[in-house]
């Protein structure tokens, strides 16, 4: 297939192109940069498979030549105020490449007869009051709090896969991402395992916001990009959980990487959540993920934390 990845410059974006092209398909990278680097593509310079485009999604589309598969992931995704690259600081940037992005998107996919994939989050289900999280489940959202920027930017995103799916009779699947981690999360993103693993190899303390006790499920990379892959290759439409189930509570989390970076300084608690609705719990059930696609994750969190720290502290060095 040749492949239209949107947000191709950063985390996700840039491990699935590889993923793709490793697979033999043809990639088409999509990205602005807004929190993505070119340094997350410097690997596939000179690719003969590979061509990136500089554009803003939320802006009309054109890719020269046939694309058979549209992958959107073009969004911001941290929700940390204190980061430039925080959701919360790029406010009407997010809704609009939730929104105007998904139509554009959606808009090749129908104009090239392509099948689509939306990359969604688990932020659709909010601040859940349902343990674990089903796809049935439809969310405790705030339609006005400082994460509703991204939340309802990615609802709409849905709603509007589903109606191009519905009216229009296009191919298309959603993912809903569970926390991810891993090589080229930006340093200064200001999610949770940057924070972490940059605090731990200065020596410094890991800053836990809140008491701690609430949760996360954390997936390793190459298992995320495994699951998205096989979501492409499906012929599912109803939205699928992607993500570990594995879940800890984010001090139990702080002490394992202060742990496995040798870091004595422990942990300094910070004022409960930065931007309020901090989810309580969060953890996939994927029981459709592994009947529908076979898929599971593979990698623990200890080998999967240990990888990303290798590439947090050559990062580091080399600053
Ligand atoms: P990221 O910030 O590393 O990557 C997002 C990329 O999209 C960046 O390269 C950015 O420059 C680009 N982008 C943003 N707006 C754009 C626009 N208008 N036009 C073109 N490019 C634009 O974040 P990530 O963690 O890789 O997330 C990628 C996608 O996956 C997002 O849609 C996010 O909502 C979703 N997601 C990620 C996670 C996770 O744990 N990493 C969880 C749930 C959902
Ligand atoms: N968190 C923390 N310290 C940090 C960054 C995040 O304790 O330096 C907490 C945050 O309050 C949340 C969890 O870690 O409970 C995961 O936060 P992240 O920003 O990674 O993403 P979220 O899962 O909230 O979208």
Request: aromatic residues 10%; proline residues 6%.
């Amino acid at each position: 297939m040749r492949i239209l990845i949107t947000g191709a410059a950063g985390f996700l974006g840039s491990h699935l192109c590889t993923k793709l092209l490793d697979e033999g398909h043809e990639v088409v990278g999509m990205d602005n940069f807004v929190t993505g680097s070119p340094a997350n593509l410097a690997h596939l310079a000179g690719h003969e498979r590979f061509l990136f485009i500089r554009h803003d999604v939320s802006d009309f589309i054109f890719v020269p030549g046939k694309i058979d598969a549209v992958l959107h992931f073009a969004s911001p995704a941290s929700p940390n105020p204190l980061s430039p690259y925080g959701y919360v600081n790029l406010p009407i940037q997010t809704m609009k490449a939730g929104a105007l992005g998904t139509h554009n998107t959606l808009g090749v996919a129908r104009a090239q007869k392509a099948r689509f994939l939306l990359a969604s989050t688990s932020e659709i289900y909010g601040d859940p009051l349902e343990h674990p999280q089903t796809e049935s489940y439809w969310g405790h959202v705030d339609p006005i709090g400082a994460r509703s920027v991204y939340d309802e930017a990615k609802r709409f995103a849905e709603a509007l896969t589903m109606a191009y799916h519905r009216y229009h009779s296009i191919d298309t699947r959603i993912i809903r991402i569970f926390n991810t981690y891993g090589p080229r999360m930006h340093i200064d993103d200001g999610r949770v395992v940057p924070n972490f693993m940059q605090q731990a190899l200065r020596g410094e303390p890991l800053t836990v916001y809140g008491d701690g006790l609430q949760t996360r499920s954390f997936c390793y990379v190459d298992d995320l990009v495994d699951g998205i892959a096989a979501l492409l290759y499906s012929d599912e439409h109803d939205p699928v959980n992607v993500g570990n189930p594995v879940e800890t509570t984010i001090l139990e989390f702080a002490h394992t990487i202060n742990r496995l970076t040798n870091n004595p300084a422990g942990v300094i608690f910070k004022p409960e959540s930065r931007i309020g609705n901090d989810p309580q719990r969060r953890r996939p059930d994927i029981t459709r993920a592994r009947a529908i696609l076979h898929w599971e994750p593979k990698i623990a969190l200890e080998e999967g934390l240990q990888r990303t720290i290798a590439y947090f502290r050559q990062k580091m060095e080399a600053e």
